[in-house]
């Protein structure tokens, strides 16, 4: 292949200038909390907002009669969502400073928000919380706090916006700062972080704020900018799960011609060459000859790279398998604990509902067996003896797989701790399921 | 385990990347005729050099196609061909022309007659009779505000049509790929991508670009803004003086539909200067298909467009 350069050298990093990398950040609220208003600043003043973006934004704000411009605009692309102004659906939003690349998934705050929120908060290394000063800690907030901490979106913040409406009272920030710590005893929260901002004032969202003085922490951007994530994938425990055989079949090139590498991402450990590797189902052994790319043989592979093993020995290895490492396999099983956010708004989940799994590379039937309790998503009850699920409601199941999984509780790795469920008539994604502890 | 590397980070086209290459193995496992749009533009040019890496050292296991509106550039077409020799791919060409000459479309008049909108039935109808089940496409959410909302594997009814308010829920990087015969899934590997990111992965890789993405002299009018090549396919007016100007290309869509840019640029180095300075964005500053409306673009995403 020509000028493949750059595409074997990931490790080694690309000249001697720190590289920036990709923060994804998922925001929860609505309009009332000022969501748009705080990306509409993050964008503008990042310069990810252009000026015919804008221009369209003044003529339909004008022609709609508003005296302001409303910067929901700039997210709000549907036409439904313009005529109607709400939110329908996740908008992807992509803005970058000299340290990060940041992709936004912006979730509307009322309808289908369930929903949503699980979508966007399944790829996040960040999750921003807003809270409106004015009403403290709703209903709401406690609800995104906890989605956010059942998809284990490693760092949390909880900003506190509209400052400039309580006249930056720091006793106001506190008082809502306490109330969110106690509730979050509850929940599972790795990193947690208080920001007091005004987003239509700019207050601590890119410049430190002169109004807040008594704040200490760095504004919002910085955090972003320097939040750590390096930590958050899983290093320790090797999970490759096989995507693709790749075999050239090439008769005229005799290196070619025995070539069989098994393509995939890396979803969890560090490869290298030499490693010794188990290979499940089969439960045998081998190592690891290469790591190919297109741009050469690498020295390590870790998540999320994408690349090519070849093995030492002839196994007979396919699509669904999975490499690990002998010493440390994972889950093997037809018994499935999980969490289940349901998504369906034709369907309802029951015990007994078949449908399909796609967990990594690998799709199974299932039957639910059990359904244990539906999850109070605003109090935490746990609601026992019920016999369904209905749309963006939260559940503890067991399926029964027609097939094993090899798959860790999702605490430990999101990639193959978390799986989706197929309707097996409609074809559509009707839940997303996150293992849990405890086989 | 001895963490002999660094922190273990990946830069931010490391991790596009991987992320595209993963998206594509998907398809290439799970669907059993797909096919990847190729214009020769920039966009499409990484998506091809995305697939090739893929697969490597195999070929790329499916072909590619073209929707050629019969209005696009020369030096675009004969990239198209030059490329597709080396990566020993299949070419589909679908022609909007011959779609014309069957009477499944007509050709539009008047001032602003393009055959963009056109290119969606000769689409579709080649989706059709090829009974492909996975179309890759290039489309960024970057782009436009209807595309920023719409799933890497997004779903198209047996008509080919696009429901905005009833898309399959993504999770992970776990993709719903089931559908029922006459049904498609377009497949989107550059859904993370910025513009600015694909200019620093065509640098960083070497890849080669058709040379009107560069400074080059060519004779053109104004039009609404716009500077638009002079060629036989746009009816110009009195008022549209042609003249020469130093010119390159931000996108590369047909010739009647297609601005271009006054720009010095001559190297990718300084098209990347310019492309990260600019205040404009590139569908609004050289396409005229998007100027119709607020949703043009929903419009015909909705219709079956790219």
């Not at chain 1, 059990?370 to 003896?385: A, F």
């Not at chain 1, 749309?391 to 097939?403: A, H």
């Not at chain 2, 200067?273 to 600019?278: G, P, Q």
Request: aromatic share 8%; hydrophobic share 40%; proline share 5%.
């Amino acid at each position: 292949m020509p000028n493949s350069t750059g595409t074997g050298s990931p490790v080694a990093g690309h000249g001697s200038a720190r590289h920036t990398d990709i923060l994804r950040l998922a925001t929860a609220g609505s309009v009332d909390d000022g969501k748009s208003t705080l990306i509409g600043r993050l964008l503008y003043d990042s310069k990810a907002i252009f000026e015919d973006q804008l221009a369209a934004v003044e003529r339909t704000s004008r022609a709609r009669g508003e005296d302001y411009t409303n910067l929901a605009l700039l997210t709000d692309g549907l036409r439904a969502e313009r005529e109607q102004g709400i939110t329908i659906d996740v908008a992807y939003r992509y803005f970058a400073t000299p340290r990060r690349k940041f992709i936004i998934a912006d979730t509307p705050g009322h309808i289908q928000y369930t929903r949503n929120m699980v979508t966007g908060a399944s790829t996040a290394d960040l999750a921003i919380i807003l809270v409106d000063a004015r009403n403290g800690l709703t209903e709401q907030s406690r609800r995104h706090a906890f989605l956010a901490t059942l998809l284990r979106v490693p760092h949390l913040v909880l900003a506190v916006n509209k400052m400039d409406l309580v006249a930056y009272d720091q006793a106001v920030f506190e008082d809502i700062c306490d109330e969110f710590s106690a509730f979050a005893t509850k929940l599972d929260i790795g990193d947690l972080t208080f920001v007091p901002i005004s987003a239509l004032h700019g207050d601590n969202v890119v410049q430190r704020s002169e109004n807040m003085t008594w704040h200490d922490g760095p504004p919002l951007l910085r955090h972003l900018e320097h939040v750590h994530i390096a930590s958050d994938r899983n290093l320790i425990d090797v999970r490759f799960p096989v995507q693709y055989v790749i075999r050239p079949h090439q008769a005229t090139d005799p290196e070619l011609h025995d070539y069989r590498g098994y393509a995939g991402q890396v979803a969890g450990g560090v490869l290298k060459p030499g490693d010794e590797v188990m290979h499940l189902p089969s439960g045998m052994s081998t190592q690891i000859s290469r790591i190919d790319t297109a741009g050469g043989p690498v020295e390590e592979a870790f998540p999320p790279m994408s690349v090519t093993l070849v093995l030492a020995d002839d196994v007979d290895i396919s699509r669904g398998d999975m490499v690990c490492r002998p010493h440390n396999q994972p889950m093997v099983t037809q018994d499935v604990e999980a969490m289940v956010c349901w998504m369906s708004d034709s369907a309802t989940l029951t015990p007994r509902s078949r449908v399909i799994v796609k967990h990594t590379t690998r799709t199974v039937k299932a039957l639910v067996r059990d359904l244990h309790y539906r999850l109070d998503v605003n109090t935490l009850h746990r609601e026992e003896g019920i016999d369904r699920l209905g749309l963006n409601e939260i559940g503890r199941v067991t399926l029964r797989l027609t097939q094993p999984l090899f798959c860790d509780p999702y605490s430990r790795n999101r990639q193959t701790g978390g799986l989706i469920l197929i309707d097996e008539a409609t074809n559509g994604t009707v839940g997303a399921a996150m293992i849990t502890e405890g086989h | 385990m001895p963490l002999t590397h660094s922190d273990y980070t990946l830069s931010q086209l490391d991790v596009l990347e991987a992320e595209s290459i993963h998206v594509i193995r998907e398809v290439a496992a799970e669907f059993e005729r797909p096919v990847l749009l190729f214009s020769g533009g920039k966009d499409s040019i990484v998506m091809l050099a995305l697939a090739e890496r893929a697969f490597w050292p195999a070929r790329i296991p499916f072909p590619v196609m073209h929707v050629d509106t019969g209005h696009n550039f020369p030096e675009v077409i004969e990239f198209r061909d030059r490329r597709v020799a080396e990566t020993g791919v299949r070419l589909e060409v679908a022609s909007v022309q011959e779609s014309i000459d069957a009477g499944r479309v007509a050709e539009e008049t008047g001032r602003w007659a393009s055959r963009n909108r056109l290119q969606t039935v000769t689409l579709l109808d080649a989706i059709a009779d090829h009974r492909f089940d996975a179309v890759f496409g290039g489309a960024r959410r970057d782009e436009e505000k209807a595309r920023a909302k719409e799933r890497v594997f997004s779903f198209r009814d047996e008509f080919g049509q696009w429901d905005p308010k009833n898309q399959r829920p993504e999770l992970w990087n776990i993709y719903n790929t089931r559908i029922r015969m006459g049904e498609h899934i377009r497949v989107f590997p550059l859904s993370n991508w910025t513009e600015l990111d694909v200019w620093q992965y065509i640098a960083r890789e070497g890849l080669e670009i058709p040379s009107i993405y560069f400074a080059h002299p060519r004779s053109v009018f104004e039009r609404d803004g716009m500077l638009l090549a002079d060629n036989p396919y746009i009816p110009r007016g009195e008022d549209e003086p042609v003249f020469q100007a130093t010119v390159r290309y931000r996108t590369v869509g047909d010739m009647t539909c297609t601005g271009a840019v006054e720009s010095a640029a001559a190297q990718i180095d300084d098209v990347i200067a310019e492309i990260a300075a600019t205040r404009i964005t590139e569908r609004g500053q050289t396409r005229a298909d998007d100027r119709t409306s607020e949703a043009a673009m929903e419009d015909r995403k909705r219709e079956g467009y790219f």
